[in-house]
């Protein structure tokens, strides 16, 4: 909502200029979350573990299996279904297509790929007063002449 008399954006901490308050609410996923990442065949696995009750609640909002497979699917092709584990406070990640022929066929082997893909996750914004994920722009190189 906007102040009629300064057109400035209000929040729960006050008025702010230039849409500063906003900023106040949004929370990166590796803030409140750690994760841990796996593959097993062509299949990547990837598990956030929530700080507290109240991570986990955000988390579980925020990051439906729709949200990060629009997160990871610029990078890993394929369906991601979700798995929760509320006494671990536990969000897992299944992405059954990822390694296309599996980590010894796929262009995408190995350990590292799996730290990218997790860091993927931790990198998100989550907007703590809505629970909507803010999935960055990721700038298109071309490698064509």
């Avoid at 996923?29 to 994760?35: D, F, M, P, R």
């Avoid at 097993?40 to 991570?55: E, F, H, S, Y």
């Avoid at 993927?120 to 700038?139: C, F, N, R, W």
Wanted: charged residues 20%; hydrophobic residues 50%; proline residues 6%.
């Amino acid at each position: 909502m906007s102040d009629p008399d300064t057109g400035s954006a209000r929040s729960a901490e006050g008025v702010q200029e230039n849409g500063a308050a906003a900023r106040l609410s949004i929370v990166r996923v590796g803030e409140i979350a750690t994760g841990r990442a796996g593959d097993k065949g062509n299949v990547l696995d990837l598990t956030l573990v929530a700080r507290d009750d109240a991570a986990y609640a955000l988390l579980s909002a925020a990051l439906s299996a729709a949200a990060v497979r629009v997160a990871l699917n610029r990078v890993v092709p394929g369906p991601v279904q979700r798995y929760e584990v509320p006494g671990l406070r536990a969000l897992k990640y299944v992405a059954p297509e990822a390694l296309t022929g599996g980590v010894y066929a796929s262009l995408r082997p190995g350990l590292h790929w799996q730290k990218a893909a997790i860091w993927l996750l931790l990198d998100l914004e989550i907007d703590s007063a809505t629970a909507i994920v803010q999935v960055p722009e990721v700038p298109q190189i071309s490698v064509l002449p």
